[in-house]
C-alpha cells in the first residue's frame, strides 16, 4: 500500500513539475517582443542564398565549385528550416556532400546532416560526412539502432559510438527492433567493461514487456540474461527512474496481472517477496493473479499485527467506479464493485484477515462504503461473516457513526440477517452490542 502511495505520489509530483515548466515557457515567450522574437526562427533568405540553393537541389556541382572559385561564400541562408548541407543530403550525391562539408565550419550542421543520413538509412552518405568532420557522437546511438541497418549499427559502434548513455538498446528493445540484439551482443563482447550497464538495459527492456505482456519479447530478453528480479526503471514510466519507484520484471507482471508472465518468470516463494507481488496484483485488482501467486504460497497475511495489505488495498478499490464515463460522481453500485469484491473473496478464502494496523484504515474504509450503494457494504459483511476475516468489535467500530448508519438503512433488513442491530445504542451514538457470527 505504501508502494503504491508512493508511486501516485511521484506521478503527481512529476505532472506538478511538468505544469510549472510549461507556464514558465509560457511566461518567456509572452515577455519576449514579436520582433524578437522573429529574429532568431526567421531566416532571412536572399536571392543569392535562393540561388545557391537550387544550384545544390539540382546538383550543379561544377557551378557551386565556380561559385566557390568566385570568392563567394556558402555559409548563406539558403532555407529557412535547413542547411546547405542538409540540402545536400537530400540529393544523396556524394561529391556534392563531400565539397560543401568540407567548407562547412558549424560543427552542429555536420551533426545534423549526418543525422539526416542515418533518417535515411544511407550509410554511404554517412561515411562521408564523418570523413569531413561530423562527430558519431553527435547523433543518439538509439537513433542509429532504430534504422534495423546491423551495417550502420556496427559501422557506429566500431567508430566509438555511446551505447549507455539514455539506454539506446533499451529504447531499441522497447521498439521491437529485432536486429538490434546481434548488436547488443556484439557491443558486449567487445566492450565488457560496459556489460553491466548494456545487462541493466535488457532488464529494463524486460520490466517493459512484463507490464505489456508480450511473451515473445519476454522470451528474447530472458534470452539475453535480463533478471527478472533486479529492481530499476521501466520504459514508458518515467516516475520509475525515481529510486524509490524502482520496480521489477516480477512487480510488472503482478501488477498487469498476466498469470502467463509470472508463470513464465517463475518466482519462488523461499526466494522471492511473493508478498510483494500479492500486493501489486491487488493494487490493480487482478482476481487471477492474486490466486496463482496465493496458490505458489504468497501469504495473505503479512502484517505484523496478522493483517493483509493486500487485502487493504482492494477494500481500498470498492469505490473506484463512482466516476461515470462524464466525470460526474455516483454511487458506486455492487456492479461497479464487483471487480474488487472478487479479489476480496479470493484473499478471504485464503485465509486473509482484516486487522487495519492505524484508526485512520478503518475511517478509510467507512469513508469508501459511503461512497458506494448500500449493497456493496452488505456483501463485503457477507464475505467478512463467510470467511470469519473480521471480528464482531470491528465490525461494530466501522458501522458505528450515524453517517455509516444512515446511509446503510435502505440495507437494515438484510444487514440484521448478518447479526447486526443497529436498533441498540450506547451514549455516544455508536453500536453497543451485536451478534456477529461465523457461517
Request: contains cysteine; glycine residues 6%.
Amino acid at each position: 500500500m505504501i508502494a503504491a502511495h508512493r508511486v501516485e505520489k511521484r506521478r503527481l509530483i512529476n505532472r506538478q513539475k511538468a505544469a510549472a515548466q510549461a507556464l514558465a515557457v509560457v511566461k518567456s515567450w509572452a515577455e519576449i517582443s514579436l520582433d524578437t522574437m522573429d529574429a532568431p526562427v526567421r531566416r532571412v533568405v536572399t536571392e543569392e542564398g535562393k540561388e545557391l540553393a537550387r544550384l545544390c537541389r539540382t546538383g550543379r556541382l561544377y557551378d557551386i565549385e565556380k561559385w566557390i572559385v568566385a570568392g563567394k561564400s556558402l555559409d548563406l541562408p539558403v532555407d529557412r528550416h535547413k542547411s546547405l548541407l542538409r540540402i545536400a543530403v537530400e540529393t544523396g550525391f556524394h561529391s556534392l556532400i563531400d565539397l560543401i562539408a568540407k567548407h562547412e565550419t558549424n560543427q552542429d550542421t555536420k551533426n545534423s546532416a549526418l543525422w539526416d543520413a542515418i533518417s535515411l538509412k544511407r550509410l554511404d552518405l554517412a561515411e562521408v560526412l564523418i570523413e569531413n568532420g561530423a562527430q558519431v557522437t553527435g547523433v543518439p546511438f538509439s537513433e542509429v539502432l532504430l534504422t534495423w541497418d546491423p551495417k550502420i549499427m556496427h559501422f557506429f559502434l566500431e567508430r566509438g559510438a555511446d551505447p549507455i548513455t539514455d539506454r539506446p538498446f533499451a529504447v531499441a528493445f522497447g521498439a521491437k527492433v529485432r536486429t538490434a540484439i546481434r548488436t547488443f551482443l556484439d557491443c558486449k563482447r567487445m566492450h565488457p567493461e560496459h556489460a553491466e550497464a548494456l545487462q541493466e538495459q535488457a532488464n529494463i527492456a524486460l520490466r517493459h514487456f512484463c507490464s505489456k505482456g508480450d511473451m515473445k519479447w519476454i522470451s528474447l530478453m530472458l534470452w539475453l540474461k535480463a533478471d527478472p528480479r533486479s529492481m530499476g526503471p521501466s520504459l514508458e514510466k518515467d516516475y520509475t527512474y525515481e529510486p524509490e519507484c524502482y520496480t521489477s520484471a516480477f512487480e510488472q507482471a503482478a501488477y498487469a496481472g498476466n498469470v502467463e508472465v509470472l508463470k513464465k518468470l517463475r518466482p519462488e516463494a523461499g526466494r522471492d517477496n511473493l508478498e510483494a507481488l500479492l500486493h501489486s496484483a491487488a493494487v490493480s485488482g487482478r482476481r487471477e493473479a492474486i490466486h496463482y501467486l496465493l496458490e505458489i504460497g504468497a501469504k495473505p497475511n503479512d502484517r505484523p499485527n496478522g493483517g493483509s495489505s493486500a487485502l487493504e488495498s482492494c477494500l481500498w478499490r470498492l469505490s473506484w467506479g463512482r466516476f461515470n464515463g462524464y466525470g460526474e460522481k455516483k454511487l458506486a453500485s455492487k456492479y461497479d464493485a464487483s471487480d474488487a469484491l472478487e479479489c476480496i473473496a479470493e484473499l478471504l478464502a485464503h485465509g486473509a484477515v482484516w486487522n487495519p494496523s492505524e484508526p485512520h484504515n478503518v475511517t478509510s474504509l467507512r469513508r469508501t462504503l459511503c461512497e458506494c450503494e448500500p449493497s456493496v457494504t452488505v456483501a463485503l459483511l457477507h464475505l467478512f461473516r463467510k470467511y470469519n476475516a473480521c471480528p464482531a468489535e470491528r465490525v461494530h467500530e466501522l458501522l458505528g457513526t450515524p453517517r455509516i448508519r444512515e446511509h446503510l438503512s435502505p440495507e437494515g433488513s438484510n444487514i440484521a440477517r448478518l447479526g447486526i442491530r443497529f436498533a441498540v445504542e450506547s451514549p455516544g451514538g455508536r453500536l453497543r452490542t451485536g451478534s456477529w457470527r461465523a457461517s
